[in-house]
């Protein structure tokens, strides 16, 4: 791209990055004000710490990506029979498997050991508030157990490493598709494609956290609806609020 159009596409990226910020900000409000409405506030409030419980391991990979990430890319520079790359020289096979396996991961598993050693002091928390009627949705103190450790010890340890395992590759397998579109939109490596760059990882890390419920619902839980919107919505608010407040005091060249 001519340096004058990028400079100009850029400004028009910028001014979306914005009005995108203020639009998921809304719907993190509206998400609020159902949640509580049609159940309670204290519901919303165990949705936002069991969403963040799961999808914890996509995001960190996600980010592990691009601390790990460079060198050979997974095309190979080859070209798709549109005439533009199939993925792009960020998408590296050093991204998609170190991301996960040295960050992700690890990350993830020693913050979910974090939590099963608080189990014990969390559980009765969460009886008391659902004793006296906290939760319409999640009165069940299994749901917590299920997020907090995998479901009761020591099964549950198991259950958390395969959640771990699953959603950490689901974000790398999400974020290749998303290049993949991207590329088929005509979309150069590193601009943004708004939305889906930020919610590609997501969506595959519930696909794949999912899988094994299919196979062992007595152990693995399906995401409910309420929890996939919240995190449809909770995704791309962070990670839009979070580049563009960068972006606006400095850190980063561009918001995205
Ligand atoms: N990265 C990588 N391998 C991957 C995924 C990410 O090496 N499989 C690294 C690359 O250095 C990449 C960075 O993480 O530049 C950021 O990833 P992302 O934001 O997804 O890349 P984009 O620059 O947006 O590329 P694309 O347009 O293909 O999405
Ligand atoms: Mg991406």
Same mark, same amino acid.
């Given at each position: 791209?001519? /340096?004058?159009? @990028?400079?100009?596409?850029?400004?028009?990226?910028?001014?979306?990055?914005?009005?995108?910020?203020?639009?998921?900000?809304?719907?993190?409000?509206?998400?609020?004000?159902?949640?509580?409405?049609?159940?309670?506030?204290?519901?919303?409030?165990?949705? @936002? +710490?069991?969403?963040?419980?799961? =999808?914890?391991?996509? $995001?960190?990979?996600?980010?592990?990506?691009?601390?790990?990430?460079? %060198?050979?890319?997974?095309?190979?520079?080859?070209?798709?029979?549109?005439?533009?790359?199939?993925?792009?020289?960020?998408?590296?096979?050093?991204?998609?498997?170190?991301?996960?396996?040295?960050? %992700?991961?690890? =990350?993830?598993?020693?913050?979910?050991?974090?939590?099963?050693?608080?189990?014990?002091?969390?559980?009765? +928390?969460?009886?008391?508030?659902?004793?006296?009627?906290?939760?319409? @949705? $999640?009165?069940?103190?299994? $749901?917590?157990?299920? $997020?907090?450790?995998? *479901?009761?010890?020591?099964? *549950?340890?198991?259950?958390?490493?395969?959640? +771990?395992?699953?959603?950490?590759?689901?974000?790398?397998? %999400?974020?290749?598709?998303?290049?993949? @579109?991207?590329?088929?939109?005509?979309?150069?490596?590193?601009? #943004?494609?708004?939305?889906?760059?930020?919610?590609?990882?997501?969506?595959?890390?519930?696909?794949?956290?999912?899988?094994?419920?299919?196979?062992?619902?007595?152990?693995?839980?399906?995401? /409910?609806?309420? +929890?996939?919107?919240?995190?449809?919505?909770?995704? #791309?608010?962070?990670?839009?609020?979070?580049?563009?407040?960068?972006?606006?005091?400095?850190?980063?060249?561009?918001?995205?």
């Amino acid at each position: 791209m001519p /340096d004058e159009s @990028l400079i100009e596409s850029d400004k028009r990226e910028k001014k979306i990055a914005k009005i995108l910020a203020v639009c998921f900000a809304l719907l993190f409000l509206a998400d609020f004000m159902i949640v509580s409405f049609i159940f309670s506030w204290a519901d919303w409030v165990a949705t @936002l +710490i069991f969403s963040l419980l799961l =999808i914890a391991p996509g $995001y960190i990979s996600n980010a592990g990506m691009v601390l790990v990430g460079g %060198g050979k890319p997974i095309d190979g520079g080859k070209i798709c029979k549109d005439g533009r790359r199939i993925l792009g020289d960020h998408k590296t096979v050093n991204g998609l498997i170190k991301g996960p396996l040295y960050v %992700g991961i690890p =990350i993830s598993l020693g913050i979910y050991l974090l939590f099963i050693i608080l189990w014990p002091f969390i559980n009765p +928390i969460v009886e008391a508030a659902a004793s006296i009627g906290q939760y319409q @949705l $999640y009165s069940e103190v299994s $749901y917590y157990q299920y $997020y907090f450790t995998g *479901g009761s010890l020591p099964i *549950g340890v198991l259950v958390l490493i395969i959640r +771990i395992i699953l959603c950490s590759y689901g974000a790398a397998v %999400g974020d290749l598709i998303g290049s993949f @579109l991207k590329r088929r939109f005509g979309i150069e490596s590193g601009r #943004p494609f708004w939305v889906i760059d930020q919610l590609d990882f997501a969506i595959f890390s519930m696909l794949f956290v999912s899988i094994p419920a299919l196979i062992s619902p007595n152990l693995f839980l399906i995401p /409910d609806l309420n +929890i996939f919107i919240f995190l449809m919505i909770l995704t #791309p608010s962070v990670s839009i609020i979070a580049n563009t407040i960068a972006y606006v005091i400095g850190v980063k060249d561009v918001p995205w």
